[in-house]
């Protein structure tokens, strides 16, 4: 556990071992093999770290917005959370996961909605009237800036498959930028304009400041945050857009689970 490169590929190991594939589905058997040979295998330090990495990485690839996988990873982290209170390390990232695991499927407060935004013309716009010019659309939002290189390669990167699923999966993409500097988001938001960033593009003033990021926990960026058609938080870390295979598996499950 000392050395990162242990860690990493003990992790890999185990990964390619039950799911043999980065695209295999993330399904509840492979989670309960993984996590019986975890406790047969490991003992103590590793075996903690193993399972909140367990925890940590199946949530990811939104194992959680199954109901009875939910309540897995719940019964999972209650019986080692004791452990995980051991590392201030784990037990932020485990605390943040039960967070995100409440935050499934939960309605936009009121305070939320009124979050305030800023249209490229100029204009003041609330996030309920953001998410009004997208009735019965799955919404997806990327939080990105002006200055944020992984956020721009992902915008130019991506735009094929946008356009494609937005044509074939009734989305909508909505763009979020945390700059500070209005005119460097305008500015880099203009020179994107090929590429979509024209078309529900917002500024968030203060956004360290707002509910929606004591909401969302938005740290890093690029950031990806999908509501259903309802307004209901389905993901608040989506896997990027360009990787198609496991962003279409998130939105594959959300058909299959509003079915």
């Known amino acids: 556990l000392n050395s990162t490169y242990g860690r990493y590929n003990l ?3 185990l990964r390619q071992y039950f799911l043999n594939s980065e695209y295999t589905i993330y399904s509840r058997s492979k989670f309960l093999e993984e996590k019986k040979f975890i406790q047969e295998n490991f003992n103590d330090d590793i075996e903690t770290y193993a399972i909140a990495r367990l925890l940590l990485d199946y949530h990811k690839n939104s194992f959680g917005l199954v109901k009875e996988n939910n309540k897995l990873l719940r019964q999972t982290i209650e019986n ?3 452990r995980f209170e ?3 390390s784990y037990k932020e990232k485990i605390d943040e996961l039960i967070q995100s695991l409440n935050n499934i499927e939960s309605e936009p407060s009121k305070e939320l ?23 019965n659309k799955i919404k997806v939002i990327d939080f990105w800036a002006s200055w944020c290189s992984p956020c721009i390669d992902e915008i130019v990167n991506s735009k094929v498959i946008r356009d494609k699923m937005e044509l074939n999966n009734d989305i909508n993409w909505i ?3 945390i700059d500070k500097n209005k005119t460097d988001w305008e500015r880099m938001s203009k020179n994107l304009a090929d590429f979509g960033l024209t078309t529900n593009q917002y500024l968030i003033p203060n956004f360290s400041s707002t509910e929606l990021s004591n909401y969302l926990r938005v740290k890093t960026i690029p950031r990806y945050v999908i509501f259903d058609k309802k307004n209901l938080l ?6 990027r857009p360009s990787d198609s295979v496991a962003f279409k598996k998130v939105i594959d499950k959300i058909y299959l689970i509003k079915e």
């Open 80 to 82: 080692y959370y004791e």
């Open 11 to 13: 992790i890999s190991f």
């Open 175 to 177: 763009y979020f930028s």
């Open 234 to 239: 389905v993901i608040e870390d989506s896997p």
């Open 113 to 135: 909605l009124e979050t305030k935004l800023i249209e490229l013309k100029g204009d003041t716009i609330s996030l309920s009237q953001v998410f009004d010019k997208s009735i």
């Open 86 to 88: 051991k590392y201030d």
